[in-house]
């Protein structure tokens, strides 16, 4: 080669390295969270402007190279790893080993190196939820209930509804254990009905229900010893004022009467009355009408004596009269105004 042709190329890579590397950009929207038997599948793309040489890492460990469409991976990978495309990442049967920080590198000729970090997590299915109650039995007096839930497998997150609400911690309502546990404070017949538990990964969940049923209880309502002596003495209070009143309502009726008295004191009124016979007759008495025993009742006139015949009967006088009585014959009677 004559000095042109070794200038010539001296030149061109002279120019080649003062050239400003580009920088290679890796872009991803793979989900880092899977489930046990499934496959981890981490898809890229990347800028770069020449053919890429792609490794891929597991806890900083090398565990598969890329380069012209040939994939060389780790020994215990083979047979279940791949690279698709233009160097992603497939991973078949995975298992809880299979997690961890996984790194793509991807390095291009004249180019800065790329780098992107997979934090990997790989859940068991959620298996065989189920959700228990203590104590049993609950009335109206029980003081607090504990629905709790559980799985077989794949549990991370609780949470409890009722009617398709979100029960959360309220006063009633106190979830405990991380969600696992519902704790039910003084519960009554209004939370009857079924509570369901959601067990759930960020790739998995099942839901179990639990149908409460709080009995009644008549020792809910038993009143208490202070509640029992306040009704007592109300009681008594009220015995007490209504006695108090009707002693009152008689006192006022008896004064009443007296004054009434007092204003109207010739109010006639029936008495017992004394005859002209002498006998004192009851106004109820029937003879107190007959004929023989005339009597004289009048709220003006006062009598004194009269003379009369000495017959009592006023009939026999008419039939049998006599001109000129003697003084003998004559009979003073008296009579009385009652």
Not at 103 to 131: C, H, I, M, R, W
Not at 250 to 259: D, M, N, P, Y
Request: with cysteine.
């Amino acid at each position: 080669m004559d000095g042109g042709a070794l200038l010539f190329c001296a030149l061109l890579l002279l120019v080649h390295c003062g050239r400003e590397a580009t920088a290679i950009t890796i872009f991803s929207n793979s989900s880092s969270n899977f489930l046990v038997g499934r496959n981890i599948s981490l898809i890229i793309s990347y800028n770069a402007k020449t053919d890429a040489f792609i490794s891929w890492y597991k806890d900083e460990v090398l565990i598969v190279k890329w380069q012209n469409y040939t994939a060389t991976p780790l020994e215990n990978y083979k047979g279940r790893l791949d690279i698709i495309g233009n160097g992603s990442l497939v991973i078949t049967n995975i298992t809880q080993s299979d997690s961890g920080n996984y790194k793509v590198s991807v390095e291009a000729l004249g180019e800065t190196t790329g780098s992107l970090t997979f934090p990997v997590k790989v859940y068991d299915p959620v298996q065989n939820a189920l959700v228990s109650q203590s104590p049993q039995a609950v009335d109206e007096s029980t003081p607090l209930v504990n629905l709790s839930c559980s799985a077989a497998s794949g549990g991370v997150t609780y949470t409890w509804t009722r009617g398709g609400q979100l029960l959360a911690s309220n006063g009633s309502y106190v979830t405990l254990d991380g969600g696992r546990t519902l704790q039910i404070n003084h519960p009554n017949r209004t939370y009857n009905g079924n509570h369901t538990c959601n067990v759930s990964n960020p790739v998995d969940w099942e839901e179990a229900s639990w149908m409460l049923n709080v009995s009644h209880s008549a020792a809910a309502y038993t009143l208490s010893g202070g509640a029992i002596a306040g009704i007592v003495v109300g009681v008594i209070c009220g015995v007490i004022l209504l006695i108090i009143v009707i002693i009152l309502i008689i006192f006022c009726v008896r004064k009443r009467k007296k004054g009434d008295t007092k204003k109207n004191p010739d109010v006639p009124h029936k008495e017992a009355i004394r005859t002209i016979s002498g006998t004192t007759l009851s106004p109820d008495d029937p003879a107190y009408f007959t004929l023989n025993n005339i009597m004289y009742r009048s709220s003006s006139i006062s009598m004194g004596s009269c003379a009369m015949n000495y017959g009592d009967n006023t009939s026999d006088y008419l039939r049998n009269p006599s001109p000129n009585p003697s003084p003998g014959q004559l009979k003073v009677k008296h009579a009385t105004q009652v």
